[in-house]
C-alpha cells in the first residue's frame, strides 16, 4: 500500500538523528536565551540593591 511508504521513510535513522541535532540546537537557544535574562535580572538586582 502506497500510504505506508511515507511513514516508513519518516522513521529511517538518519531523519532521526536529524531531529536530535535540531532538539539539540533548540535546547541550546533556549539556554542561551535564558542565561542571557538572568544576567539582565542580576545586572538590575544589583543596580537596584547597591545604590
Known sequence: NKEYIPYLVSFDP???EDHTEVLLE?????LHKAVGQLQQFEKRFAAYYYH
Open 14 to 16: 538518519g531523519s532521526t
Open 26 to 30: 533548540v535546547r541550546r537557544i533556549t
